[in-house]
């Protein structure tokens, strides 16, 4: 079966620092990675995703994430963290056999002024 | 484009009662999924439908349910109501199914 984890419940970096966000994947074949952000009383907005092709990948408000095969990871990062960042984030990886969009526990950034 | 609406956004139950959410999806998009969202559990995935039929089912029990009518909106049902399904209800839509998912905001439902 298909799963992600993200090691992480809490993640905390100051203004201004690059952030990384982890996810790691188990999956049979080519992964179909993503990740997505949830602010507060809000849905989950899409970020980014990684089909095939280049390694970096470059979403939404300057986030882009690795995808690395040897490692089985797909790590978010961003170079200059903003407080406004602070949210939750998910990674999700699609099941291809059953199509179904598979979530991680998510890990909350906060970002400190 | 409008994205994705669900209503109501707020919805307090008790016990026992059942209660209809609903979902439009982005207009265009087909696939609809659905997706109950605790402190404890995380997103948990429910049921996805496309072109109104029901192509997958998480490990929910039947007291949850749902459609997808011919426009792509979508609703979901759940009967006799238990404390435990007090969730933030999310509902996603995309182009395909294995395209990437908008979500709408979701229907925070509490359970007395």
């Known amino acids: 079966a298909q799963s992600v984890a993200q090691p992480e419940d809490q993640v905390n970096v100051a203004e201004g620092n690059p952030l990384t966000v982890k996810c790691t994947y188990s999956?049979?074949?080519?992964?179909?990675l993503f990740w997505y952000v949830q602010y507060p009383n809000r849905g989950l907005q899409f970020l980014l995703k990684y089909i095939t092709g280049d390694n970096l990948v470059k979403g939404s408000y300057g986030f882009e994430a690795e995808f690395n095969k040897s490692q089985t990871s797909f790590h978010l990062k961003k170079p200059s963290a903003l407080v406004s960042d602070s949210a939750l984030y998910f990674c999700a990886v699609r099941d291809k056999d059953t199509d179904k969009l598979i979530f991680g526990t998510g890990t909350r950034l906060q970002v400190f002024p | 484009k409008a994205g994705v609406t669900q209503t109501p956004r707020y919805l307090i139950k008790t016990r026992g009662q059942q209660v209809t959410l609903s979902c439009s999806p982005i207009?265009?998009?087909?696939?609809v999924s659905w997706y109950q969202q605790t402190p404890g559990q995380g997103l948990q995935f429910l049921f996805e439908?496309?072109?109104?039929?029901?192509?997958n089912k998480g490990n929910f029990p039947g007291r949850f349910s749902g459609r997808q009518f011919s426009n792509s909106r979508s609703e979901m049902n759940v009967s006799t109501l238990e404390l435990g399904d007090s969730a933030l209800y999310l509902c996603?839509?995309?182009?395909?199914?294995?395209?990437?998912?908008?979500f709408g905001p979701g229907t925070r439902l509490t359970v007395l």
């Open positions: 207009s265009g998009h087909r696939s």
């Open positions: 439908y496309f072109s109104e039929t029901q192509r």
């Open positions: 996603a839509s995309s182009l395909r199914t294995s395209n990437e998912q908008f």
């Open positions: 999956v049979s074949g080519n992964p179909y």
